[in-house]
């Protein structure tokens, strides 16, 4: 397996920086604002966007699951239009909107904030439900990694938690992220579901 630092076209980081300093404040902020909080064995996700009509708790806690799980409910990325009012005076909201008027299109879709439990990961696959993802690491470390499988290669990539956001075309290469470490691991994505 080849460790590379990008994919040309596939998995790269975009002409953004982020205060990282901020960037981590205004996350605990968030969470205290929500109420949140995880510990090292966690794996759960919670939605910065939401469906339109939802109030309280249910802003981010209702439709968490994967697309599947979704789509049996009758509801699309797409749907996700209303963003956490918690957001608005945040510098992480500031990020949110910088990249969506930055991504090449309409950015339509789920943003999450998505911890991954220790040992954990998800099966080799493609998503062919949306066009585009973005992906700002929070809490990683060495052992938290992406594999990529093009063709007959496979590759290993680590996004650090530093001040690069993440391009992903989640379509057109298989991937999975494994957390091989003893700690949860968390990162920021945006789910464009059409362009």
Request: charged residues 25%; negative net charge.
């Amino acid at each position: 397996m080849l460790k590379i630092t990008h994919i040309e076209k596939l998995c790269y980081p975009i002409d953004y920086t982020i205060d990282r300093k901020k960037f981590d404040d205004s996350f605990i902020t968030l969470l205290g604002q929500l109420g949140i909080t995880y510990d090292n064995n966690s794996a759960f996700s919670i939605n910065l966007t939401h469906l339109p009509g939802l109030t309280g708790t249910d802003r981010w806690k209702q439709y968490t699951g994967d697309h599947p799980a979704l789509l049996a409910e009758g509801i699309d990325e797409t749907d996700f239009t209303e963003h956490l009012s918690e957001l608005e005076d945040l510098y992480i909201g500031q990020v949110i909107h910088d990249i969506q008027n930055l991504h090449n299109g309409v950015f339509q879709g789920r943003i999450q904030l998505i911890w991954i439990g220790p040992k954990g990961s998800y099966p080799l696959h493609k998503d062919l439900h949306t066009t585009s993802r973005y992906h700002i690491p929070v809490i990683t470390n060495e052992e938290c990694f992406w594999i990529f499988k093009k063709d007959s290669d496979s590759y290993k990539l680590h996004m650090p938690a530093d001040n690069k956001v993440w391009y992903v075309d989640p379509t057109r290469i298989l991937h999975t992220f494994v957390n091989n470490s003893k700690t949860t691991r968390c990162h920021l994505v945006m789910t464009s579901g059409k362009d």
